[in-house]
T-cell receptor
């Protein structure tokens, strides 16, 4: 149980275009979803927290107009990188927090999406 | 705010030898703690977690970790390392339903 999927696993886009990444909780309802970014050989940095039906909360230094997050349902959150530039190339990982079990303290991670902007 | 320090950037260990990865955290209240493993290009796999209770926690793949409040530590151990344990290991501390990750420790296993 507690499986999170991400789509696509890899995407290459041209500079100036937008790309959407989906994060789905497959067998549970996710009260909250989180989006992380990971540069090569580095740790995960939290970008934003999204709750179903409300606006995402962005961490300091993350451009909310560039990284659009939509949490339309209890099983789906999307991250759209708008007007992508090569410096946006990174590994993006989502996680989901269940509304029940372990007091909601555990996050279940997706497999990640490798974004390359050319 | 919480923070995590993993003092060792890279550890090399011989197959069959024991492994210990260090993790120190900073948090004002009782933390909840995790260890994750990541293979290249992959997502995170949870090895073990501590919320409360017994301070020695058993995880998957033969790993265990011990929570020591007095030392603000949550070190990960494995008695005998296998070649497949070569990966990146992250310690994380949770608070207010958010996780903060350490910088990670790369483990290399030599034959």
């Amino acid at each position: 149980g507690a499986v999170v999927s991400q789509h696509p696993s890899r995407v290459i886009c041209k500079s100036g275009t937008s790309v959407k990444i989906e994060c789905r909780s497959l067998d549970f309802q996710a009260t909250t979803m989180f989006w992380y970014r990971q540069f090569p050989k580095q740790s995960l940095m939290l970008m934003a927290t999204s709750n179903e039906g409300s606006k995402a909360t962005y961490e300091q230094g993350v451009e909310k107009d560039k990284f659009l997050i939509n949490h339309a349902s209890l099983t789906l959150s999307t991250l759209t990188v708008t007007s992508a530039h090569p410096e946006d190339s990174s590994f993006y990982i989502c996680s989901a927090r269940a509304s029940t079990g372990t007091s909601g303290r555990e996050q279940y991670f997706g497999p990640g999406t490798r974004l390359t902007v050319t | 705010a919480q923070s995590v320090t993993q003092p060792d950037i890279h550890i090399t260990v011989s197959e069959g030898a024991s492994l210990e990865l260090r993790c120190n955290y900073s948090y004002g209240a009782t933390p909840y703690l995790f260890w994750y493993v990541q293979s290249p290009g992959q997502g995170l796999q949870l090895l073990l977690k501590y919320f409360s209770g017994d301070t020695l926690v058993q995880g998957i793949k033969g790993f265990e970790a011990e929570f020591k409040r007095s030392q603000s530590s949550f070190n990960l151990r494995k008695p005998s390392v296998h070649w497949s344990d070569a990966a990146e290991y992250f310690c994380a501390v949770g608070a207010d339903y958010k996780l903060s990750f350490g910088a990670g420790t790369t483990v290399t296993v030599r034959a």
